[in-house]
């Protein structure tokens, strides 16, 4: 969720009626705030001509052992004669959140500012919408004590150009939302000094961010991944471009490191009974300076994914599981290259390591339940009931491996049993191999050894092409090719 339609959702509440005013919002957020086990107060109220003037405004929520406090000076209601209500706020909201859930205490203090912040609350189509706008938002974390010790550290976070639209039905119960934002850029920024360990800055930007996410306030009741609240979230976020810069300074030397990407996505698919995400950025550009080392040291990489997604709720049926990885064409610069194989050896071409795994799996206890650190499950939390390898690709020096496979699994021992195959080739690896023996790295000796156990595994499909065909089989045994592995 958005960081204005996180706001909205502190504000938000109540059934919707044809003309809002600034009494009926400043109810519907009390409201709100009760349902959720939660407080907002105002140390006065003053209702003069349709506005509405809050001073000293509080939130205050207790989850387990982590209280969270907000305090501004001033929120305005201001009624627009045509049913909505601007709400104006103070130039600074603090926040603060002290955490003793982990045998130590922690009180960290912030503060939100804005530049420019409009805001209009409105009935449309039976539901609450909220419509923001800002030149600028910036939250920055003040102070971090752990047990009486500040921590040495900044952290800080930027945006501008903002324009959001959060609506909610308070009608229903799930409390089903819709947001929307696009910001023209973000900049976190983090920051640490210690007289001993030495200096470290850090600089992150984003350009062109969209997003647009659905669900729910009100997805279950219990243990939930995002909190007591109960919220169910899908939708994505993405982005034209980013950048990251950091330094640090230490006695042993610097280090200097920058990355820049093509554009990204940013996929979530999150309830209470299960988890997914998915990550796609093109084109990353790397260039690092380390201490002591004269040269530049760069890298690129066409393409980086990474999803997963997983059942989080017990369940009798097996539910769908998924793991992706991907490194799309990585490039190292000569420098890196040289530093292994100056000769030029091994042929230099893009790199690329992937797979697309996919299966079910059966949660025997719930995931989200972590009050009872799983005591009540004999064994694992959960269990594999089947895979498929959609995809593997392994490419380096000339050499391609690549595979495709699929089994289910017995879960009544110990240690699941698979039945089912794999297919795997292999193209260019006695090459690959041949050159790692002249670079020195592989004895040749080992090199033949290869070559020739390579026919227990493999059987020849061309030139330095290798195919394999792994079978297990119900009993336990496991063939290659046919042929039982002893």
Do not use: C
Not at 114 to 123: K, W
Request: charged content about 20%; overall charge negative.
């Amino acid at each position: 969720m958005s960081l204005m339609a996180s706001t909205a959702f502190i504000m938000s509440a109540g059934a919707a009626v044809a003309d809002l005013t600034a009494p009926d919002l400043w109810a519907e957020w009390q409201e709100m705030q009760e349902a959720l086990g939660t407080t907002i107060t105002a140390q006065s109220e003053s209702y003069v001509g349709g506005v509405l003037t809050l001073t000293n405004v509080a939130t205050q929520a207790i989850i387990d052992e982590v209280e969270s406090t907000g305090r501004i000076a001033q929120i305005t209601l201001r009624e627009q004669g045509d049913g909505s209500v601007r709400i104006e706020l103070a130039p600074v909201y603090a926040l603060g959140i002290t955490d003793t859930s982990f045998g130590e205490s922690s009180v960290t203090t912030m503060e939100l500012r804005h530049t420019g912040l409009d805001i209009v609350a409105r009935d449309k189509d039976g539901a609450r919408t909220y419509d923001y706008g800002a030149q600028q938002l910036s939250l920055d974390v003040g102070d971090v004590v752990v047990d009486g010790e500040t921590m040495p550290f900044q952290v800080s976070v930027t945006v501008n150009d903002l324009a959001s639209r959060y609506v909610i039905d308070m009608g229903s119960e799930a409390r089903p939302f819709q947001s929307q934002d696009t910001i023209g850029a973000m900049q976190i920024r983090f920051s640490m000094s210690d007289p001993t360990e030495g200096t470290f800055n850090m600089q992150s930007d984003f350009t062109n961010l969209k997003s647009a996410f659905s669900g729910t306030l009100n997805a279950a009741d219990g243990a939930l991944p995002l909190g007591p609240l109960g919220v169910a979230l899908k939708g994505e976020l993405t982005h034209g471009g980013s950048s990251v810069q950091f330094a640090a300074e230490a006695t042993d030397g610097d280090i200097q490191m920058e990355a820049r990407t093509g554009a990204g996505t940013l996929a979530m698919d999150i309830d209470p009974t299960k988890f997914g995400i998915f990550s796609d950025t093109t084109q990353t550009e790397m260039r690092g300076l380390i201490g002591g080392f004269p040269l530049p040291i760069e890298a690129s990489v066409g393409r980086s994914t990474f999803g997963i997604a997983m059942p989080l709720a017990r369940t009798d049926d097996p539910a769908p599981v998924n793991l992706t990885l991907g490194l799309r064409d990585v490039v190292l610069s000569d420098v890196i290259w040289g530093l292994f194989d100056p000769q030029g050896i091994i042929p230099r071409d893009p790199a690329t390591i992937a797979l697309d795994l996919e299966g079910t799996a059966t949660v025997l206890s719930d995931l989200t339940d972590v009050t009872n650190d799983f005591k009540a499950v004999q064994g694992p939390p959960a269990q594999i009931n089947s895979l498929r390898l959609n995809d593997l690709e392994v490419s380096l020096g000339g050499a391609q491996l690549s595979g495709t496979g699929a089994a289910t699994f017995d879960n009544s021992s110990a240690i699941p049993a698979p039945v089912g195959r794999i297919n795997l080739s292999l193209s260019g690896g006695f090459g690959l191999l041949d050159q790692l023996a002249t670079l020195g790295v592989v004895p040749p000796e080992q090199v033949g050894m290869v070559r020739m156990m390579s026919g227990m595994f493999a059987t020849p499909t061309g030139p330095d092409e290798l195919a394999s065909e792994i079978e297990f089989l119900e009993d336990g045994s496991i063939l290659v090719n046919g042929f039982p592995l002893q």
